[in-house]
């Protein structure tokens, strides 16, 4: 096996991975804030914590993971205010949809889902902590932290904190790098908006303090790994490292691991630019759950990923050709015995894949070792020259990839009745099947064959057929 490298941010570098205590890890991702329904930009970033966590689950390692859902943050306090509900009214249909998204995607659930409105206490209790320390100051009932207190502030997202006016505070929880000031650990409260009456006064926690208080609280004073994406960096982590390693001298987090963005032409998909989707809208337009996770997973975690409907076509094919291979291996009678070199091709093909995800979770070269081995197979199969007995092993291979990728068992079909679809029922508007069409007709300009093939057939496929006219025109009418 081969030595497990991660990208740690705090140092810039991929180091060797080595947790406090051999053979178990602990994590701590930051969830979502759920003040309304995630998109598949959210997902990227869960997705790549996923591959994580089930590519250190097939190495053995035992795992104390933990995810929160941000339910107490500016927006979250003020849309229920607006709605005239309680908190806990406003969120739940976003926390539910959070976790029927994440099964949806065979996201594994993590040792410990938890919310940051059952951990009041603790974020109070660390505030004292800090109280004590003197690295708050109060302002108009509100405690701030001291970012000149604390020297290292900047080291996670390298800021220059020179020119920073000590003093100057930002009450947002969400700001930019340009605008790092001493930030609100408790929030005063305001007309009409929930607050909760504790030691340090009434009020709400800030964002930043949430992650940090339960960390610490269920994982220790110093975790393995905290994930997130790279927007989290500055200033949310920095802000918790200020926080933990404050309160308790120790270091916080041994490796800080990032997912970067999931674009849309070029820029961020965000709710703020309207730019999103969310995985309903992709399976309101046919698209299968298994083709969206390999998607989102199939370009490395530290690479932007950009998202397309064509690369979105072609993970369908990838994720077709897998489960079609996998099929094979179950269906067809090879004749007996051993074809000469398979079982050696196959082994190395098994060390590749773990060594490209030991490379820092290169989850393209671990597809490409797969591909690579299908199509090998594939050949050899056509040709009578696949035996029985490597069979076995092939399957063994498959069952180590889909512990990671999660993709070739079928399941499609289930997750989607589950989420009130139809199975293939076609349930496309009149106004989707024109995009698809239009997509094509595309496809056909550009001479793409195989994309417009593609389209055509995921059509058929919900019931559209197609008539190509021959001036080029095309026609569509349901089944
Ligand atoms: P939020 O609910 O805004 O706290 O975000 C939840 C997670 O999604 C965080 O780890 C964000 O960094 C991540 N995230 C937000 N937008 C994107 C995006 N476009 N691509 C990848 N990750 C994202
Ligand atoms: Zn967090």
Not at 173 to 193: I, N, T, V
Request: proline letters at 3%; aromatic letters at 10%; hydrophobic letters at 40%.
């Amino acid at each position: 096996m081969n030595e497990i490298r991660v990208h740690n941010t705090l140092s810039g570098k991929v180091e060797p991975f080595v947790p406090q205590r051999p053979g178990e890890v602990s994590i701590y991702t930051c969830g979502p804030t759920v003040y309304d329904y995630a998109h598949i930009g959210n997902y990227r970033t869960f997705v790549f914590q996923d591959i994580l966590r089930r590519f250190l689950e097939l190495r053995g390692f035992k795992l104390n993971h933990v995810m929160n859902l941000t339910d107490v943050d500016d927006r979250i306090i003020a849309n229920a205010a607006k709605a005239g509900v309680s908190i806990r009214d406003y969120t739940a249909k976003f926390a539910q949809a959070f976790f029927d998204d994440c099964k949806t995607l065979s996201i594994e659930a993590p040792e410990h889902w938890i919310r940051a409105t059952d951990y009041i206490d603790d974020m109070v209790k660390l505030i004292q902590r800090l109280q004590e320390k003197s690295y708050t100051y109060a302002g108009e009932g509100s405690i701030y932290y001291r970012i000149s207190k604390f020297p290292e502030y900047g080291k996670l997202s390298k800021i220059d904190v020179t020119g920073i006016q000590a003093g100057a505070r930002v009450d947002n929880d969400r700001y930019e790098k340009e605008s790092a000031r001493d930030f609100a650990l408790w929030k005063a409260p305001k007309p009409g908006e929930h607050f909760w009456e504790t030691p340090i006064g009434p009020g709400r926690p800030g964002w930043h303090i949430e992650c940090s208080a339960m960390a610490m609280r269920i994982l220790g004073e110093t975790i393995d790994i905290h994930t997130g994406g790279i927007d989290l960096a500055f200033p949310h982590h920095e802000n918790e490292i200020a926080q933990s390693e404050g309160a308790t001298g120790k270091k916080f987090v041994n490796y800080w691991m990032h997912a970067e963005h999931l674009l849309v032409e070029g820029e961020k998909m965000s709710k703020s630019l309207g730019n999103f989707f969310t995985l309903r809208d992709l399976f309101a337009k046919g698209y299968k759950p298994s083709a969206l996770r390999f998607a989102l997973a199939s370009v490395p975690y530290r690479r932007q990923l950009n998202f397309t409907f064509d690369g979105l076509q072609q993970a369908a094919s990838s994720v077709e050709r897998l489960r079609n291979f996998s099929d094979r291996l179950t269906r067809e009678k090879f004749p007996e015995g051993n074809a000469p070199g398979m079982a050696e091709r196959i082994e190395k093909a098994a060390n590749d894949f773990d060594a490209a995800l030991s490379d820092d979770l290169n989850t393209a070269m671990a597809l490409g070792v797969a591909y690579d081995l299908v199509r090998e197979a594939n050949i050899a199969m056509d040709k009578g020259e696949f035996r029985q007995g490597d069979v076995a092993a092939a399957k063994d291979f498959l069952a180590s990839f889909d512990r990671v990728f999660a993709v070739i068992a079928d399941t499609d079909a289930e997750k989607l009745a589950a989420l009130g679809y139809g199975a293939g029922d076609g349930a496309m508007t009149d106004e989707d099947v024109e995009k698809m069409v239009a997509e094509r007709q595309d496809a056909r300009k550009r001479r793409d064959w195989a994309a417009s093939d593609r389209i055509r057939k995921e059509l058929a496929e919900r019931g559209i057929i197609l008539e190509d006219g021959r001036d080029g025109s095309v026609r569509w009418k349901r089944k």
